[in-house]
């Protein structure tokens, strides 16, 4: 079934001059040193058509509007692998938890990336003719909000996760966004599954909404990935692109449900790195009156990262 669902894709894109594919959002599928868009990548090369890929998952740059900065800035995929190097060295200071992530794996973002050409992200979304976009943000943003009710969690992440999906389809109407989902029960937390069922009906409503891939991954509760969620990065890595691969030959072939809508085109700055900046620092001072010393000490962190970048 697999290998037939390769053929489908392989096909679709054979007539174009490259097939795209965008990772954006919280880091899913890690696989050491090769990450699911990798696999990905290899799974669909193809002597009729060049791949391109653009890794903009991150563990730290990881909120809605985050992915709207890169957006709006047109980072590079230079840009984004120091962001992704530098972002993921914070975050493990931040957690002081090193044995959150395996060793293997911390070297592989701080040394390797998937972004081996140097690429603008909006530029190359909109001259593509129908970029594949890896979805995955908007959980974190949920895990956030505080003292609200359940209704209106949901409808606050969906109005973040709606304007970055809106902003990808007015660079590119033909885009083909594979939204995954949360997995349920791979939490230990009660709360977090909690949130991961909200999250999925969020993201549920917007494929609907739109027209767009959902990719769940429920199931992947019974793969070994969960007996040993510390070191077999691998098997959820190879999982998650199979169940990518699945759900986007199947939108292939089933069009009839598409939701056509124009969109304006969205005018963004090639300011990279310099215009996230300005983005964060605008964000801050938006919650002055409410932030509180631990939220503006994070944001103060990422201005920090950021400018690594730079200097």
């Known amino acids: 079934m697999i290998s037939r669902n390769i053929k489908n894709i392989k096909d679709n894109y054979k007539d174009n001059d490259n097939l795209l594919i965008v990772g954006l959002g919280d880091e899913k599928g890690v696989n050491y040193k090769k990450n699911v868009l990798m696999i990905l990548r290899d799974a669909l090369q193809s002597s009729n058509y060049d791949i391109k890929v653009i890794d903009a998952f991150s563990s730290y740059f990881n909120k809605c509007r985050h992915i709207d900065s890169y957006l709006n800035n047109n980072v590079s995929t230079y840009e984004l692998s120091l962001i992704n190097m530098y972002g993921t060295r914070e975050k493990i200071k931040e957690s002081n938890n090193l044995l959150s992530k395996p060793i293997s794996y911390i070297a592989s973002k701080t040394v390797k990336t998937a972004n081996e050409e140097f690429l603008f992200l909006s530029s190359e979304i909109n001259k593509n003719e129908q970029p594949v976009i890896i979805y995955s943000c908007g959980f974190n943003d949920l895990i956030e909000l505080t003292n609200t009710y359940k209704s209106e969690k949901a409808n606050i992440i969906k109005d973040r996760c709606s304007k970055n999906v809106e902003n990808i389809l007015k660079l590119n109407n033909n885009s083909k966004i594979c939204m995954v989902g949360s997995n349920i029960n791979m939490y230990k937390d009660n709360k977090l599954n909690n949130y991961a069922l909200i999250y999925n009906d969020v ?44 759900e986007l030959s199947f939108d292939i072939n ?37 932030n509180s010393d631990s939220s503006k000490q994070k944001l103060d962190n990422e201005i920090k990262v950021l400018k690594k970048v730079i200097y």
């Not at 917007?206 to 691998?234: K, M, P, Q, W």
């Not at 598409?258 to 090639?270: F, I, V």
């Open 254 to 290: 089933n069009t009839s449900y598409k939701k056509e809508k124009k969109y304006d085109s969205l005018n963004y700055e090639s300011a990279g790195v310099f215009g996230m900046i300005t983005d964060v620092t605008k964000y801050e001072k938006s919650l002055k009156n409410t």
């Open 203 to 246: 993201l549920k409503k917007i494929c609907h909404e739109y027209g767009l891939i959902y990719v769940g991954t429920r199931s992947a509760e019974n793969t070994d990935y969960y007996s040993s969620i510390n070191t077999n990065f691998s098997g959820y890595a190879h999982y998650l692109a199979s169940r990518i691969i699945k």
